[in-house]
T-cell receptor, first 116, second 113 residues
C-alpha cells in the first residue's frame, strides 16, 4: 500500500515570495492533516480536513497561509507571502476518518522549506 | 488544554546499553499517549501507543513504554539499543474522543558505537 506522498521534498525561496506544497493521502483516508515542524520543536497542527471540509484551522495563520482539499483527496498548502519564520518542515498526515474512536495518523516524508 | 514535556533534548548512549527517554504530560481530561520516531529526512513513524488496558505497552523495534497515571508519565525504554536506533523521538497526546496530536519538543537519541 502506498504511503502519504508529498512534493516537493525541498524548497528554497526568498521572503515575500509565495510557495505551495502538495499532499496525496493514503487511498481511502477521509481525514488529512497539515503540520508545521520548526527546527528543534515538535510538529504543530495547522489544519485538519475531513473529506473536503475543514475540521480545525485554529492554528493556521490565515493572513498568509491557506489550504484546500477541493475533491476530498489531495491537498495543497500555500504560503503567500512567506516570512523568515516560516522556515520549517511541513508534514502531511492522513487517517481513515475522524470520529470518537482512535484512528492512526500516517505521515508523509515532509517538505523542507527554507526562506532566505 | 494538553501539553507534553520531554525533559531531555539529547540522549547519547553506547550501543547495546539500555535507554530511557522521558515524557510527562498534563491534561485536565483523559488522553491517549504515543511515541513516534523520526529518522533523518523522513516523516514520523508510530512506535507505540497507549489507548487503554495494560499500562505496559510494547511497540516496534523492541521499544516499550509504561503509562503511569499518578505521575502523568509515559517513558520510553529499550533494554539494548542499536546504531540504527539513532533518531529523533517524539512523545504525543490526543484528548480521548478527538484526533489532534499534541507533540513534545523531541529527544535526539544518538547511539555511540
Amino acid at each position: 500500500e502506498a504511503g502519504v506522498a508529498q512534493s516537493p521534498r525541498y524548497k528554497i525561496i526568498e521572503k515575500r515570495q509565495s510557495v505551495a506544497f502538495w499532499c496525496n493521502p493514503i487511498s481511502g483516508h477521509a481525514t488529512l492533516y497539515w503540520y508545521q515542524q520548526i527546527l528543534g520543536q515538535g510538529p504543530k497542527l495547522l489544519i485538519q480536513f475531513q473529506n473536503n471540509g475543514v475540521v480545525d484551522d485554529s492554528q493556521l495563520p490565515k493572513d498568509r497561509f491557506s489550504a484546500e482539499r477541493l475533491k476530498g483527496v489531495d491537498s495543497t498548502l500555500k504560503i503567500q507571502p512567506a516570512k523568515l519564520e516560516d522556515s520549517a518542515v511541513y508534514l502531511c498526515a492522513s487517517s481513515l476518518r475522524t470520529d470518537n474512536s482512535y484512528n492512526e495518523q500516517f505521515f508523509g516524508p515532509g517538505t523542507r522549506l527554507t526562506v532566505l | 488544554a494538553q501539553s507534553v514535556t520531554q525533559l531531555d533534548s539529547q540522549v547519547p548512549v553506547f550501543e547495546e546499553a539500555p535507554v530511557e527517554l522521558r515524557c510527562n504530560y498534563s491534561s485536565s481530561v483523559s488522553v491517549y499517549l504515543f511515541w513516534y520516531v523520526q529518522y533523518p529526512n523522513q516523516g514520523l513513524q508510530l512506535l507505540l501507543k497507549y489507548l487503554s488496558g495494560s499500562t505496559l505497552v510494547k511497540g516496534i523495534n523492541g521499544f516499550e513504554a509504561e503509562f503511569n497515571k499518578s505521575q502523568t508519565s509515559f517513558h520510553l525504554r529499550k533494554p539494548s539499543v542499536h546504531i540504527s536506533d539513532t533518531a529523533e523521538y517524539f512523545c504525543a497526546v490526543i484528548k480521548t474522543g478527538a484526533n489532534n496530536l499534541f507533540f513534545g519538543t523531541g529527544t535526539r537519541l544518538t547511539v555511540i558505537p
